[in-house]
């Protein structure tokens, strides 16, 4: 029998407080596989220590939540008895030891949370965030994760369908991977992971258990020090075709009513899976681990326990239902296995070769688990922008924009995606959201991810409003109201009461803008430590809280898209446009400057401009719409150019500061074009509703024409789309023939 040492508690992530807690909990000292099981369940990862006192502040609810936080994914209203199920999650530390395998797992993981929901998963999305561009892994990093997210996603049938890509030095040591799926379900179908039932029998489905990802959610707790690489093995290893047979069989077994609980073994694995399930439904567990399927020869219940190998599934099956769920994952090829039986005690048992191996209780492990109100200091306000550069070319700083890494075309990416498997995709990615047609209905979901992490550094209760704000505009800007939200908070060590601090108040920001907009958080995740002391990395990540929106369509066929219909359309700006340039990629890519407050966040303006757009396409007053973003409107109308293949002339003759004009990134601004026939609605509608509209020029041509009183700066689109185009390719070499 192994003795607890202070190395071992050590080696295992809990603090001396924490282990006393422990042994208080069990009235004795823990075995080693009883302190393997709280160390993973009071990891960051699972426990949510150091957040979930602050998650709180988030709103939950609305008219169209029908399951919020706390289930494996939300679950949404989409009508005529249908619902949304959606989650993103990180899958961070593993990606940047091993990045296939760790993107791979991760989209894996996300799709079990939704199917796992009684969904059919229908689309994928991820957000992505790298070093700088010339890191010596950078590379290697974008070739592997881009191909693990393709290796996994077209593999199993699920379309890859939208994302963002930033880069940036502070994620030279720590790369971000979040994927997020959305599946759609029938609401009276819906699964819940709480167990019931003394007596009923726990079955375990899918892949066999081997040593791949033991202590992962602990790894996934913790900042990178010098032997990040040594940590290869707590990397899961993923197999999409088994997934695929996984999603098959358990949406067969779910049209019957044998199921009442499910839940799939993601982080700790089998630990975590029963543990949850038995602490939300108040009961106790009892586990037989020779009856668990075993890959590899001699392992020991540590290493069944801790596993997180992949492709897994736990369920409570009604009495006498085991024959017919048996049959139906043999019929699929999978493992099924009896492994043990709900108990009333309230305590997790596992038994081993006749001799009961760990005997503990539940409540410590789960809602009793340690939680933290660590210390923390506000971020100071950024200093007003003083001596702003002057702009003196508009058209040589939007090429030099248009080729830069956070505004490049991703085209080298999304295209190593299967797209369009399934037939439903009507907007693949390069849009404001992707646009996925509800089988079999005229309806669609629109999705998509967003943050800006150079807002949240700077002031992080503006950056988490903008990013929940960007999120509801671009569901806006295809025409779909948006519904409800999901998050993936990715921060460095909450150890540091600076990093605790920008938690907080993008959590503050987050919930003003969710409240103002009616767009409730549904499910999230957290992702904390995310920081490296490895050689070469930097020391923390930018604040980065990633939203995934969903929004709904009632008739897919009138959505509306970024690209330039025709020539002689009328270019319109729709919002208040204030010239706001700090923190701003015109400021930072041009000038080699990151500082100034971030733009203002106006939310009741924000919500009437996004009614007077969604009004404005329903109505076919509007042929193309763009918000402004990243690069402001100079770049809005660029990418609309390029989408449509039309040029535009943009008429500004009288005297004007054309860096605030055409780069300042203003919030709640749409670019938009109208034809002459439904020019004088729109501008009423938009006259009643209070919201600013300026002209800007109109379409036409194969060049971007600005007008400026004393020249014009003049770019053709060949050019802007070399630029636009050449990032990627360049940067990739030779694996640019991969795509």
Not at 100 to 105: E, F, K, L, N, S
Not at 493 to 514: H, T, Y
Not at 613 to 639: C, F, K, P, T, Y
Request: proline residues 6%; negative net charge; charged residues 20%.
């Amino acid at each position: 029998m192994t003795v607890i040492t202070p190395a071992i508690v050590a080696e295992h992530g809990l603090s001396p407080d924490e282990y006393d807690r422990v042994r208080h909990a069990l009235g004795r000292e823990p075995n080693l596989l009883e302190l393997g099981i709280f160390s993973v369940m009071w990891s960051e990862h699972c426990s949510y220590k150091s957040s979930r006192l602050h998650l709180r502040r988030l709103p939950t609810t609305g008219a169209r939540v029908i399951h919020g936080p706390g289930e494996n994914a939300g679950v949404i209203d989409i009508g005529d008895g249908q619902a949304a199920v959606f989650k993103m999650e990180s899958h961070n530390h593993p990606s940047y030891i091993e990045p296939y395998q760790g993107a791979a797992t991760g989209v894996g993981g996300i799709l079990r949370d939704v199917f796992t929901m009684g969904a059919r998963p229908i689309a994928n999305l991820n957000a992505l965030r790298f070093g700088r561009p010339d890191h010596p892994r950078t590379r290697h990093l974008i070739a592997g994760v881009v191909h693990g997210i393709g290796g996994y996603g077209n593999c199993v049938g699920v379309p890859t369908v939208g994302g963002e890509v930033n880069f940036h030095a502070a994620y030279d040591g720590n790369i971000l991977v979040n994927a997020m799926t959305v599946g759609v379900a029938d609401q009276d179908r819906i699964f819940l992971s709480a167990a019931s039932g003394p007596g009923n029998p726990i079955v375990y489905v899918g892949s066999k258990t081997g040593r791949d990802g033991i202590h992962g959610a602990t790894m996934a707790s913790a900042d990178f020090g010098e032997g990040a690489d040594e940590k290869r093995p707590t990397v899961q290893v993923g197999d999409p075709f088994t997934e695929k047979l996984l999603i098959e069989a358990c949406l067969e077994l779910m049209a019957s009513d044998a199921i009442v609980a499910i839940q799939d073994m993601g982080a700790a694995g089998l630990t975590s899976s029963s543990v949850e399930m038995a602490s939300k439904g108040g009961v106790g567990i009892e586990l037989v681990l020779d009856e668990v399927p075993q890959r590899e020869t001699g392992m020991t219940p540590y290493e069944m326990m801790l596993s997180e190998s992949q492709e897994r599934m736990l369920m409570v099956l009604k009495p006498g239902r085991e024959a017919e769920a048996e049959a139906v994952f043999r019929k699929w090829e999978l493992d099924f296995a009896v492994i043990g039986q709900v108990t009333g005690t309230g305590r997790m048992m596992l038994r081993w070769r006749g001799e009961t191996v760990a005997d503990i209780p539940l409540g410590p492990l789960a809602d009793e688990a340690p939680l933290y109100d660590r210390p923390h200091v506000p971020t100071p306000a950024p200093a007003p922008l003083a001596d702003v550069p002057a702009c003196r070319d508009i058209a040589a700083d939007l090429l030099a924009l248009m080729g830069s890494p956070d505004l490049a075309s991703r085209r080298w990416i999304w295209e190593q995606y299967d797209t369009m498997v399934g037939a439903d995709t009507v907007q693949r990615p390069g849009g404001d959201a992707a646009v996925v047609r509800v089988h079999g209905t005229a309806k669609a979901l629109a999705m998509t991810t967003d943050c800006t992490p150079r807002y949240c550094a700077a002031d992080p209760v503006a950056g988490g409003r903008q990013a929940v704000a960007e999120a509801w505009r671009n569901l806006c800007a295809v025409g779909a109201e948006p519904l409800a939200l999901t998050n993936c908070l990715n921060f460095a060590s909450p150890e540091r009461p600076e990093v605790m601090g920008q938690l907080i108040g993008c959590l503050d920001g987050m919930a003003d803008a969710a409240r103002a907009l009616d767009f409730p958080v549904v499910s999230g995740n957290v992702s904390l430590y995310n920081e490296s002391r490895a050689t070469g990395g930097g020391s923390a990540i930018l604040p980065t809280p990633a939203i995934g929106g969903v929004g709904l369509l009632a008739d897919w066929s009138k959505s509306a898209t970024i690209a330039f219909k025709g020539a002689g359309d009328i270019v319109l700006a729709v919002g208040t446009r204030r010239g706001e340039l700090g923190q701003s990629l015109w400021l930072r890519e041009l000038h080699g400057r990151e500082d100034g407050p971030p733009p203002s966040v106006d939310l009741p303006a924000e919500k009437a401009a996004g009614g007077l757009i969604r009004a404005g396409i329903a109505a076919g007053q509007l042929s193309a719409v763009h918000d402004v973003a990243d690069g402001g409107v100079a770049v809005a109308i660029a990418e609309m150019a390029l989408a449509g293949g039309i040029g535009a002339i943009v008429d500004r003759k009288q005297p004007f500061d054309c860096a605030r004009a055409f780069f300042a990134e203003d919030q709640g601004v749409y670019v938009v074009t109208a034809h002459d026939h439904g020019l004088a609605d729109f501008l009423h509608a938009a006259h009643v509703a209070g919201v600013e509209v300026e002209p800007l020029g109109r379409t036409g041509g194969k060049r971007l024409i600005f007008e400026r009183p004393d020249r014009d700066d003049v770019v053709t689109l060949d050019a802007l789309r070399t630029a636009h185009e050449g990032f990627f390719p360049a940067l990739m070499g030779a694996d640019a023939a991969l795509a």
